[in-house]
């Protein structure tokens, strides 16, 4: 059985990031808009950090959680993996998609073909020609395929054989950008959205998520940890590369998994700091409150905050007062619900049938 180092019961600090996250991604999408900041390189690519820091938040966070459900129970359930990322993740999407639809039916705005097919099926980061409104489901398209292959990676190779396929991931896909731009120049534009370009960031929260409690016992590593100058470095290397506009060779080879590593490493620094300033600022509740709603923000961020479009509801304050007005109410009324509900069906499903890794196969630790 796993260590009980993996035993988790509360993950400080991760919704005041996601709050920072979300707050990225708002900045980027405002720049340009009617009434909002002016187009700059520097603003428009915090869209794309924040995003690449909910990806390895998601890596990290859902592998940490396996891991201590294996810890806990001596079984991890597939179905009931499945069943929560339904409850959590579906209501809200689809609910967007239905007004959004709804906002083309009335002739508010235009959606290309093939739009809505690929948001509800989640390929949207396989679909180049999308309109404003659906092309941020191209993330949560990503996110929806990690999240249907890697808990099924544990149940057929056991952890350790999972978390050698997510380090594999890690390091091959650099080439796979290269490669996808020297041989296959029809898919450049799919590079850092589709998922064999992009999943490094995801993976690397997976495989750090397993060797953290390794890390925990050295004693370097937990110096740079506790050091606020270390988390400096980290953040201007972050924000450095973010900013990069040379070679797109360096960009896809070396700036991305850096940055992805870097991003990880603050997180951690985050999470083992958090009676620090910074610590307290993540556990503020008006940013815990935030990021809570961050996945609600994400979803109607776009459709009102939109460069190309010079409607009053695109413009700015209007875009960001309606933004979070839609978010509110998709987080209290349809979000919420769902979550209160889904214990009760997860019950009723899974409480005499749950899917078991085999223990022969988990049996080891980092």
């Known amino acids: 059985m796993l260590n009980e180092r993996y035993r988790v019961s509360r993950i400080p600090c991760l919704d005041g990031i996601r709050a920072l996250s979300i707050m990225l991604v708002i900045l980027s999408h405002a720049t340009g808009t009617v009434g909002g900041p002016p187009m700059e390189p520097g603003l428009l690519a915090l869209g794309e950090l924040g995003v690449r820091i909910f990806f390895v938040i998601s890596g990290f966070l859902i592998t940490t959680l396996l891991l201590a459900e294996y810890n806990r129970t001596g079984a991890i359930s597939l179905g009931r993996f499945y069943l929560r990322r339904t409850f959590r993740i579906f209501p809200a999407m689809y609910f967007l998609v239905l007004c959004i639809v709804f906002a083309d039916t009335m002739g508010w705005i235009t959606l290309r073909p093939g739009d809505v097919f690929h948001a509800a099926t989640y390929t949207t980061n396989y679909h180049f020609a999308r309109s404003w409104e659906l092309a941020h489901i ?72 397993y060797i953290r409690p390794w890390l925990s016992q050295k004693a370097v590593y937990l110096r740079f940890q506790r050091s606020g100058l270390f988390a400096c470095l980290l953040v201007l290397v972050i924000f450095l590369f973010t900013r990069y506009e040379g070679r797109l060779y360096f960009q896809y080879a070396v700036e991305m998994p850096v940055s992805n590593l870097a991003i990880m490493l603050l997180i951690d620094w985050c999470l083992r700091n958090k009676d620090s300033a910074v610590g307290r600022l993540l556990e503020w509740q008006p940013m815990v409150s935030l990021g809570l709603m961050s996945y609600s923000l994400y979803l109607w961020q776009q459709p009102f905050l939109n460069r190309n479009s010079e409607e009053w509801f695109t413009s700015l304050p209007a875009g960001l007062v309606l933004t979070f007005a839609a978010a509110l109410f998709s987080y209290h009324v349809i979000e919420r619900p769902f979550l209160r509900w889904r214990p009760r069906v997860e019950q009723a499903l899974f409480a005499r049938k749950p899917v078991i890794l085999p223990k022969a196969k988990v049996e080891g630790e980092a």
């Not at 292959?149 to 952890?159: C, N, S």
């Not at 998922?195 to 690397?204: E, G, L």
């Open 138 to 209: 191209w993330s949560l398209s990503v996110e929806e395929q990690f999240y249907l292959i890697w808990p099924a990676l544990f149940l057929l190779f056991g952890v350790r054989g999972a978390i050698g396929a997510s380090a594999l991931l890690v390091l091959v896909a650099p080439f796979l950008r290269m490669l996808t731009y020297l041989f296959f120049p029809e898919q450049r534009l799919s590079i850092g959205s589709s998922f064999h370009t992009v999943a490094d960031s995801i993976a690397i929260g997976c495989v750090f998520a």
